[in-house]
């Protein structure tokens, strides 16, 4: 199995390298996520002293985006460890356990949310505006710099191409934090604070709601969405020397490698070794699996599964 990852994927996961060395992308991660920690605390500082929880719903989901990049700062540290004897795929699915954590307490803290808002609904309280904005203005400035620091590096890596694009969706809940404190300055419209609440919550979880459906996939051992595994058995049973196929099972081994075994039927007299070869080279090329454990079988001989799958196909 080949474990440079530069090869276990059809991506092109080499461009852009050359601009930033490994030590001074980590170097930038770091930064990004101290200042949207130290954001944070400001906001949710600021929204209980001026009784905003419209902030601290905007610092809460700030934080999301640190827990974000600190997942994509260990991700990146991992996994440069490499396979073990006792990892020997790595530890590039730490990431992904790190993920459903993180969006299961994003889901908590959003119904939590969701709850706060609705009891000032029906009381809306007094709510010092100009707290409100200038941490909102500080908000925004500090989104758009965490996007700035990480937008080379999210070239090459999904994960924190995904942090990036948080951090700019996260600017506009700030805008609108920034709207509702200037409506409450000009028109002692309170409601707006509990209703923008209700919104940045409808914003994390719709954002959860997207994100966390893949992270189950590759927990649950599902197969990848781009990858049909009725196309993949009917495109191994078409080699030449393969008469059928089963026992076929495809799942991700972790968001950019994506593993197969199956049990290939082979034509009486067919070349073993040839005919894996085709096989493998099919699977690499068109769907981008190269991590292939293919059993071979003839109809003479059996499945050695037959006892516990009932049959061959």
């Known amino acids: 199995m080949p474990h440079d990852h530069t090869h276990d994927h059809g991506h092109s996961h080499d461009h852009g390298h050359h601009h930033l060395s490994a030590e001074m992308g980590d170097r930038l991660v770091v930064w990004a996520v101290a200042i949207n920690v130290l954001l944070t605390v400001a906001q949710v500082i600021g929204g209980w002293l001026a ?8 610092g809460v ?34 990431e992904v356990v790190a993920a459903l954590v993180n969006y299961v307490a994003l889901i908590l803290v959003a119904l939590w949310l969701l709850a706060e808002a609705a009891g000032r609904l029906a009381n809306p309280p007094e709510v010092a505006g100009w707290p409100v904005v200038w941490l ?4 925004l400035v500090i989104d758009l710099g965490t996007a700035a620091l990480t937008f080379s590096l999210a070239k090459d890596s999904v994960n924190i191409r995904a942090a990036f694009l948080h951090n700019l969706a996260d600017a506009g809940a700030s805008v609108a934090v920034i709207v509702g404190g200037v409506m409450i300055l000009l028109w ?31 927990l649950m051992l599902g197969a990848p969405p ?21 026992h076929l099972h495809i799942w991700a081994l ?3 490698r994506d593993a197969l075994e199956a049990h290939l039927v082979l034509a009486e007299g067919a070349d073993y070794a ?19 454990t293919l059993e071979p079988e003839t109809r003479a001989a059996g499945c050695a599964d037959q006892a516990a799958a009932g049959g061959c196909a």
Not at 136 to 139: D, I, N, R, V
Not at 206 to 214: D, K, M, N, Q, T
């Open 51 to 58: 009784d905003s929880v419209a902030l601290i719903a905007d």
């Open 61 to 94: 989901h700030n934080f999301s985006d640190a827990a974000a990049l600190v997942l994509a700062f260990g991700a990146r540290r991992l996994a440069r460890r490499g396979p073990s004897p006792e990892m020997s795929f790595g530890w590039d699915r730490a």
């Open 136 to 139: 909102a203005l500080l908000a």
């Open 188 to 218: 002692d419209f309170r409601l707006v604070d509990p209703v923008l609440t209700i919104a940045i919550s409808a914003i994390i979880l719709w954002h959860v709601a997207g994100e966390i459906r893949p992270v189950l996939r590759i």
């Open 226 to 246: 781009e990858c049909d595994s009725g196309d993949v058995a009917t495109r191994l049973a078409a080699i030449e020397g393969v008469e059928g196929v089963h």
């Open 254 to 256: 972790d968001e950019k």
């Open 274 to 292: 040839a005919t894996i070869a085709r096989a493998k080279a099919m699977l690499a090329a068109d769907f981008d699996i190269r991590h292939a």
